[in-house]
């Protein structure tokens, strides 16, 4: 009924920078908190940045700084603008949003299949 559909990823040299995308679409009749998460090789699934459809934002303090969350309720897309890239960066990134379907009650999480990032030293 929903898909997360991300774009953006590839590979980068350390410093350099890279903008994800994530289009939410189906029947949605809302989107609530939107965000980034990442997980490298052996490494549990982490939090990037979230954010809520009033704009308010939460970012983990490794990225703070250097990524900047958006969305554009309009359209149900998210945004990742990932500057000053490190190699510790380099992992898959997914997108996922809290949607509530039209004609449900409530809401859940949906997640995208991933993007890949790989940034080079």
């Known amino acids: 009924q929903v898909q997360l559909v991300e774009s953006g990823g590839g590979l980068v040299q350390a410093g350099g920078s890279l903008r994800l995308s994530c289009a939410a679409s189906g029947s949605i009749f809302s989107i609530n908190a939107m965000g980034w998460f990442r997980q490298a090789p052996g490494k549990q699934r982490e939090l990037v940045a979230m954010?809520?459809?009033?704009?308010?934002?939460n970012v983990a303090d490794s990225v703070k700084g250097r990524f900047t969350i958006s969305r554009d309720n309009a359209k149900n897309t998210v945004y990742l603008q990932m500057n000053s890239l490190k190699p510790e960066d380099t992992a898959v990134y997914y997108c996922n949003g809290d949607v509530t379907v039209v004609g449900s009650m409530g809401s859940r999480r949906y997640w995208g299949q991933g993007t890949q990032v790989t940034v080079s030293s």
């Open positions: 954010i809520t459809s009033g704009g308010r934002t």
